[in-house]
């Protein structure tokens, strides 16, 4: 997912960025004590020997905290499954609501997150599959209506109940047209 590689290449930026920004303060005055002229050869001798010293502690030190981070990466990857794996299928889900599928139901895995969600999406569904079904039912009756005032209008040879009849007729087809 685009968000999960988004998150992932800050979380690697920001871990990258640390080191840079610890090893700066560490190394940075050592290194000037080096470049400076008045320093006599023996003094620069004893700035690199320091130097040399640290550099000898800080890279241990900087693998074992890029495992850390490694670790950090690893976490958070899996973190940022946890959630966009349900807003894919959110959004898988969602243009099939739209077309009017509403037996489409989202699952998730064990341990995602976002259930509470994904189940009022579901639960949304369940409650427009049954709204609908209802509104299909009274579409039925009002056709069977329909047809008796038709009927009835024909057998009273009534223009005007028969129009009416036949207006009622094409509103309902045009519900059921709307309904399915």
């Not at 009835?152 to 009416?164: I, Q």
Request: net charge positive; charged share 15%.
């Amino acid at each position: 997912h685009p968000l999960e590689v988004r998150m992932l290449s800050q979380v690697i930026l920001y871990s990258l960025l640390i080191f840079v920004l610890l090893a700066i303060p560490v190394f940075k005055p050592l290194l000037q004590a080096l470049d400076n002229p008045a320093l006599s050869w023996q003094e620069r001798a004893v700035v690199a020997n320091d130097l040399l010293t640290l550099h000898a502690r800080f890279w241990p030190w900087a693998l074992g905290a890029s495992l850390v981070a490694f670790i950090h990466c690893m976490h958070s990857i899996r973190l940022m499954h946890r959630v966009t794996g349900p807003l894919a299928r959110l959004k898988h889900v969602f243009p099939q609501i739209g077309n009017g599928n509403l037996c489409v139901r989202s699952t998730l895995r064990q341990g995602d997150y976002l259930t509470p969600e994904v189940d009022l999406v579901n639960q949304m569904t369940v409650q427009l599959q049954s709204k609908i079904s209802a509104l299909k039912h009274a579409q039925v009756l009002l056709m069977l209506d329909a047809t008796r005032i038709r009927e009835m209008a024909m057998a009273k040879e009534d223009p005007t109940l028969f129009a009416l009849a036949k207006q009622l007729e094409q509103n309902v087809a045009g519900l059921k047209s709307s309904l399915d």
